[in-house]
């Protein structure tokens, strides 16, 4: 970001594919001027992210239900590999949640009570 910052000295939007990311981002923003200006939007609801949402740093986050993807990954190859129990459907959907500055507090609490 830093060098893309330093070439273009600007950006609007910021997509981060990582979870863990908008600290880097935002700090690197602010360096050049330009925290609050350029949108972020990033992934799950780590108490960093939360923060830098509730502050307007970031704008929106995806919450994935890493636990849900985790258990039922393990479920369906356990069933299949011991049980020899073929999946009901070729896919499983897990929750998807967006985060933002207004519902924030809501999910964190949901998903964290």
């Given at each position: 970001?830093?060098?893309?910052?330093?070439?273009?000295?600007?950006?609007?939007?910021?997509?981060?594919?990582?979870?863990?990311?908008?600290?880097?981002?935002?700090?690197?923003?602010?360096?050049?001027?330009?925290?609050?200006?350029?949108?972020?939007?990033?992934?799950?609801?780590?108490?960093e992210t939360?923060?830098?949402?509730?502050?307007?740093?970031?704008?929106?986050?995806?919450?994935?239900?890493?636990?849900?993807?985790?258990?039922?990954?393990?479920?369906?190859?356990?069933?299949?590999?011991?049980?020899?129990?073929?999946?009901?459907?070729?896919?499983?959907?897990?929750?998807?949640?967006?985060?933002?500055?207004?519902?924030?507090d809501f999910?964190v609490t949901?998903?964290?009570?």
């Amino acid at each position: 970001i830093k060098g893309f910052l330093s070439k273009s000295g600007e950006i609007d939007g910021i997509y981060l594919t990582t979870g863990n990311g908008p600290v880097g981002v935002t700090d690197a923003l602010k360096e050049f001027g330009l925290a609050g200006k350029s949108r972020i939007v990033c992934f799950d609801f780590f108490p960093e992210t939360v923060k830098l949402l509730k502050s307007g740093l970031v704008h929106a986050t995806i919450g994935q239900d890493p636990f849900s993807q985790g258990y039922q990954t393990v479920k369906l190859l356990y069933d299949y590999i011991i049980d020899k129990k073929e999946p009901m459907q070729k896919v499983v959907h897990t929750r998807i949640e967006i985060g933002l500055r207004e519902n924030i507090d809501f999910l964190v609490t949901k998903n964290h009570p």
